[in-house]
């Protein structure tokens, strides 16, 4: 779509500078804009590029204004202000609601309004929310609960009894309520313990791609609203996860952790099971969460990244790092 500086200054009650009926129609990196491209710059280091794009409108904080030349949307946060442009250019297509012939339901009475595609199964006594999208090969067992809006992309797996709020977006390859890791061990053999809980997800979460989320043992995994879940994460049985908090990719939550709200995650942190982490909470990427976090604030663990010998070197000195204190101690 096209829209107007002056349109967007309207809409998001933000100063502009420039000709106001300059029309953009779709945003862009700095590297492959064109005049009719919007782009942001909120870190002086990319100003260097500036005079390279072809963009002739830039997002950018009032201290990065002065320059900047042609059209200038000026405010506190670039790059929010970015996203909702995108999301007001962007704008998606509504869905034609339709159910493909090839979908086998044992769920007589779903909606009429939504959208579902080919090769696509439903169980029994299923509840599909209006103006919802059930991708190609997607599976959704007994009992589940799915309110409106919902988008469900291709071959997402939902277990039964499985509740998801409205507005939320599962990814490709996902799959939701596949049983947790829970065994007894018996002389040299392990036991199966029934996981007989469910998964409950709150509303405007988004799931990524190949993530999995375990049932509950015996009470429910809990997935609160607003939640930002990244590709590849496993979450396990019983976890509970707070209002808006962001979790990014390859992150590996065990069974019963509790997260607290706005949270944020970095990739590849593992969390250990059965502790808390309170509200506000940031850990950085590749952190290894052990124990109870009282205190918000920002957590990191591991070793930087060095030379090879270097990090031999510091590691056997490492392993002496216990002796020498005791005998400092002494």
């Not at 963009?55 to 002065?66: C, G």
């Not at 950085?284 to 969460?289: A, D, E, H, Q, W």
Request: charged share 20%.
């Amino acid at each position: 779509m096209n829209i107007t500086l002056k349109k967007i200054s309207e809409k998001f009650n933000v100063e502009f500078i420039g000709d106001g009926s300059y029309e953009i129609n779709n945003v862009s990196s700095i590297a492959n804009a064109n005049e009719n491209s919007i782009i942001f710059l909120s870190d002086k280091n990319f100003l260097k590029f500036l005079d390279e794009t072809k963009s002739k409108t830039v997002v950018t904080t009032k201290e990065l204004s002065k320059f900047c030349k042609n059209n200038i949307i000026v405010c506190d946060n670039p790059y929010l202000l970015f996203a909702k442009i995108s999301q007001l250019i962007n704008k998606q297509d509504k869905l034609i609601y339709k159910i493909h012939s090839s979908v086998v339901s044992y769920t007589n009475d779903l909606n009429k309004e939504i959208l579902i595609e080919p090769n696509v199964v439903i169980g029994k006594n299923v509840t599909i929310g209006e103006k919802s999208f059930i991708g190609t090969n997607c599976y959704i067992g007994d009992n589940v609960k799915i309110s409106s809006g919902a988008k469900l992309f291709q071959n997402v797996t939902i277990y039964s009894n499985v509740t998801i709020g409205s507005n939320v977006i599962i990814h490709s390859g996902t799959v939701i309520g596949s049983d947790g890791f829970g065994y007894a061990k018996e002389n040299n053999s392990w036991i199966k313990i029934p996981q007989i809980g469910g998964v409950k997800i709150g509303n405007n979460v988004e799931i990524g791609s190949n993530t999995s989320i375990d049932r509950g043992a015996l009470d429910n995994t809990i997935i609160g609203d607003g939640v930002k879940i990244d590709n590849q994460v496993q979450i396990a049985h019983n976890v509970q996860i707070g209002e808006n908090t962001a979790i990014a990719g390859c992150v590996g939550i065990a069974g019963s952790a509790k997260i607290g709200k706005n949270c944020s995650i970095g990739g590849g942190a593992g969390i250990q099971g059965h502790i808390e982490i309170c509200d506000n909470t940031q850990i950085t990427g590749m952190s290894k969460v052990s124990s109870n976090i009282k205190k918000a604030g920002v957590y990191s663990s591991g070793t930087p990244l060095m030379l090879n010998k270097e990090w031999l070197k510091n590691a056997a000195r490492f392993k002496k790092l216990n002796e020498l204190f005791l005998k400092y101690k002494k």
